[in-house]
């Protein structure tokens, strides 16, 4: 957490803030919202998003539950987005299936956990706020964010083969075909839907157990959750969806540790692969932010970037179900949708997706 200076001040400037999220959610005074939080999360959000909701007339609450064990917390509390909180209480499930809208403010977030895709089915929209607060306004989404976006997923819908390349040796490619495609554009106002603010891309989760080549991280590059510029190449080899070796200096050695320490396999597999689609997105933002003050969507969405993920995908509609999740964003790689190049080292390239 930052230095807490002149936190009262800052709460009154986030309420009217979250105020104008709400809005776009379209959150009514009928409904019940239900902000989740643990004890490392940032209250400040979320007394801010409490009394926002309050001021729609809804019935709003705030649910803390304890923090998630010990021997996870090393690994998870820096973001890698899930968190087991939820699966450790008897009844907190129950609560966010329950309500209409939960605002996700736990510190490393729900995002991979087998609840949260029980709650979207029970009928739950779900918000997920954690980044700064200058992030929070300058990538806050608009209506054309959403409107690229989903042209966005269209072309991603069409395609069945994704392809990353690159100079430095990236030549990879994934199945796509009939696969889900997941958009995020920043807010929800549907039952069940998920979304993250900020941040606006789409991506997929492509076929499990399929997938060839190599993909070489460059210096510069950023790996989550630990949200750390990479310093030394690090070359990937994809067999069969999966990677079999991670090669490099002590970036490899770290990312490979990183795996081992889960002792799931599923750690090693491909679960989401995409090009950032927010135009507002900084790629070097990370560099001036705490990491454990962020999720780091600057960093994962930022135009023309390539995203991809090893580990847990079952919320993108896959099977691989482990703790173990990270994203690499890359800089200096070309995106194709089967032959179509779409981005370029921090270019979307063809105008209909501008
Ligand atoms: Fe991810």
């Not at 923090?67 to 209480?89: D, L, W, Y």
């Not at 807010?187 to 789409?202: C, I, K, N, V, Y």
Request: hydrophobic residues 40%; glycine residues 8%; contains cysteine.
């Amino acid at each position: 957490m930052g230095v807490p200076t002149a936190t009262y001040f800052r709460t009154a400037q986030l309420v009217p803030l979250f105020q104008r999220m709400l809005e776009r959610c379209k959150l009514t005074e009928d409904e019940t919202i239900l902000v989740v939080s643990d004890p490392d999360s940032n209250q400040e959000y979320v007394a801010a998003m409490f009394a926002a909701a309050r001021s729609f007339g809804a019935d709003a609450m705030s649910l803390m539950l304890p923090p998630p064990p010990p021997e996870q917390a090393v690994f998870i509390r820096t973001g890698n987005i899930s968190s087991t909180i939820v699966a450790s209480s008897k009844k907190a499930l129950e609560f966010l299936k329950m309500a209409d809208f939960v605002i996700d403010m736990t510190s490393v977030g729900l995002l991979h956990t087998k609840e949260q895709v029980a709650v979207l089915e029970a009928g739950t929209r779900m918000l997920m706020v954690h980044d700064p607060v200058e992030a929070l306004e300058r990538m806050f989404p608009t209506d054309e964010d959403k409107e690229r976006i989903q042209r966005h997923g269209r072309r991603l819908r069409e395609a069945k083969r994704v392809r990353v390349q690159s100079d430095n040796g990236t030549e990879v490619w994934f199945d796509k075909a009939d696969r889900p495609v997941i958009e995020q554009w920043g807010w929800t106002d549907e039952p069940g839907r998920w979304d993250h603010w900020p941040g606006a891309f789409a991506y997929t989760a492509p076929t499990e157990g399929v997938g060839e080549g190599l993909i070489v991280l460059d210096p510069g590059d950023v790996w989550y959750p630990p949200k750390r510029y990479i310093a030394t190449p690090v070359t990937m080899t994809f067999e069969n969806g999966a990677a079999v070796k991670i090669e490099g200096g002590w970036d490899a050695r770290m990312i490979r540790e990183y795996i081992e320490g889960w002792q799931e396999p599923e750690g090693y597999m491909i679960s989401h692969i995409g090009f950032g689609g927010h135009r507002r997105g900084l790629w070097n933002a990370v560099l001036f932010q705490d990491p454990l003050d962020i999720i780091g969507q600057d960093g994962r969405t930022a135009w023309g970037t390539t995203l991809f993920a090893l580990g847990s995908n079952v919320t993108f509609g896959g099977t691989h179900a482990t703790g173990c999740h990270q994203d690499f964003a890359l800089k200096q790689q070309r995106f194709y949708l089967d032959d179509e190049l779409v981005a370029d080292s921090g270019r979307v390239i063809p105008d209909y997706l501008h």
